[in-house]
């Protein structure tokens, strides 16, 4: 049983399409976040929704919107893809918000774009 | 701003030997500390934590961290170094207010020798 599941797993796409990346958590928890990991594995902060609603909003380019329809679903559509989107995207969960509790992470979401 | 540094970028250690990854963070008051794992195309996974109490904590798969509030510092340790814990370690850290999303450190990739 996957607690924290993103999909896809990989996604291949040109400039300019528009794309979104699914995530779902299966622990009950109120607090989900969508991290992007660079190239050089560095791993950053995008959004984080508590109970559907966004508390943490990085310096991110208006293109990538964090939608969350339930507590257990935050999804990330991203407008007008560029090269520089190219990277792995985490979804993850903790049970409050940013929580005195760990977070768990998916597996991850490879974006390449081309 | 809390910052996390990790100052080897990549440690080689042989199978057996013992291990210590570095980690040293800047915030004004204890944050919450935790060590991830990060194995080839994989998710994170939590290692330990360390919220308060003993400054000397213990994980899954052997490893341990000790919390030292005057050096700040949260370095990982393990007696003994298996192959199959050739992966990328994050040390991370959580604000107990505010901006509640972890901080990561650079990372450090661990390769193991037989």
């Known amino acids: 049983d996957t607690a924290v599941s993103q999909t896809p797993k990989y996604l291949v796409t040109q400039m300019g399409n528009d794309k979104s990346i699914k995530c779902e958590q299966n622990?009950?928890?109120?607090?989900m976040y969508w991290y992007k990991q660079d190239s050089k594995k560095f791993l950053k902060i995008m959004f984080s929704?508590?109970?559907?609603?966004?508390?943490i909003n990085e310096t991110v380019p208006n293109r990538f919107s964090p939608k969350s329809p339930d507590k257990a679903h935050l999804n990330l559509h991203i407008n007008s893809l560029e090269l520089g989107d190219s990277a792995v995207y985490f979804c993850?969960?903790?049970?409050?918000?940013?929580?005195?509790?760990?977070?768990?992470f998916g597996q991850g979401t490879r974006l390449t774009v081309v | 701003a809390q910052s996390v540094t990790q100052p080897d970028i990549h440690i080689t250690v042989s199978e057996g030997a013992s291990l210590e990854l570095r980690c040293n963070y800047s915030?004004?008051?204890?944050?919450?500390l935790f060590w991830y794992v990060q194995s080839p195309g994989q998710g994170l996974q939590l290692l330990l934590k360390?919220?308060?109490?003993?400054?000397l904590v213990q994980g899954i798969k052997g490893f341990e961290a000790e919390f030292k509030r005057s050096q700040s510092s949260f370095n990982l340790r393990k007696p003994s170094v298996h192959w199959s814990d050739a992966a990328e370690y994050f040390c991370?850290?959580?604000?107990?207010?505010?901006?509640?999303?972890?901080?990561f450190g650079s990372g450090t990739r661990l390769q193991v020798q037989p």
């Open positions: 360390y919220f308060s109490g003993d400054t």
């Open positions: 622990l009950g928890h109120d607090t």
């Open positions: 915030y004004g008051a204890t944050p919450y």
């Open positions: 993850a969960s903790s049970q409050d918000a940013g929580g005195v509790s760990e977070a768990f």
């Open positions: 991370a850290v959580l604000m107990d207010t505010g901006r509640r999303a972890l901080t």
């Open positions: 929704y508590n109970n559907k609603e966004l508390i």
